[in-house]
């Protein structure tokens, strides 16, 4: 093996480690009733992108698109 491919496998698993902790941080997507009467729709729901969990959601999205990628990489055998 060569040093960049073990390079690449280790990012791979941290990045791993770090996809599936950001998932697990993340609140669930349900809103029970209160979505059927309109009642999800709060300040903290318009401005989802600038907390905590918009971020989450953001890294999620991050860290899935290297996941992907390192995946493809570590699977052409060029090395």
């Known amino acids: 093996m060569s040093g ?32 059927v009467a309109g009642a999800a729709e709060t300040y903290w729901g318009k401005n989802k992108g600038r907390s905590m969990e918009g971020m989450l959601v953001k890294l999620t999205r991050v860290a899935s698109v290297l996941f992907l990628v390192l995946a493809i990489v570590l699977n052409l055998n060029i090395y």
């Open 4 to 35: 960049l491919r073990i390079f690449i496998t280790v990012v791979f698993l941290v990045d791993c480690v770090i996809l599936t902790a950001l998932v697990l941080l993340q609140e669930g997507k349900s809103s029970g009733l209160g979505a």
